[in-house]
């Protein structure tokens, strides 16, 4: 287990260094691409209830994507992290206008504070068709390296008993977060898709 933990660190750090790299027109770049791949995604077209992180600077851009999903009238919605028991909640979404207004929490994410009870919980209600997952590092094979507070892992296990089911997850990514293998335990899940900037 140790082991498996240190490896999971180095590679962090690996593609961490890689991403901050990139400049931020590349990442736009790249983030163009992965978003005019999912609108053209037949899971994307077909869902109405869809969650949606907001991207973060070392993340594929989310912006145009949930400018998109208003746009065709679906249901969003966006993570609200709890640190101190690493509980989230995926809560809705009224308008890119609601999202502006969204006050920042100390690690640079914008979310619905604490007390905001006005919000849908999506698992409390109608479930998600699909989710949109971030993380550091991805490989081929549908395995995700996260940053290691277990969030989304957890969260998925939650929907896999919704009466729903585990929705469709869809990796957003960019080239340099593509990983050989990432080393994983039996409590991380498998992502259905990975989207990123190839030759096709």
Known sequence: MAALRAAKQTLRREIKRRVAALSNEEKQRQSMVVSHKLFRHPKY???????????????????????????????????????????????????????????????????????????????????LDLILMPGLGFDKMGKRLGRGKGYYDTYLERCIRHPKGKPYTIALAFKEQLCQEIPVDDNDVLIDEILYEDDD
């Not at 992180?53 to 912006?63: A, K, Y």
């Not at 994507?65 to 208003?70: E, R």
């Not at 009238?73 to 101190?84: L, V």
């Open 45 to 127: 077209v077909s869902c109405n209830r869809i969650a949606v992180f907001l991207s973060m600077d070392d993340e594929v851009l989310t912006n145009e994507i949930i400018k998109d999903v208003f746009k065709w009238g679906k249901s969003c919605f966006i993570p609200r992290y709890n640190s101190s028991n690493r509980h989230m909640d995926m809560l809705q979404l009224n308008s890119l206008q609601d999202m502006e207004m969204l006050p920042m929490t100390s690690w640079n994410i914008q979310q619905p504070t604490e007390d905001d009870h006005s919000r849908e919980e999506a698992l409390a209600a109608g479930g």
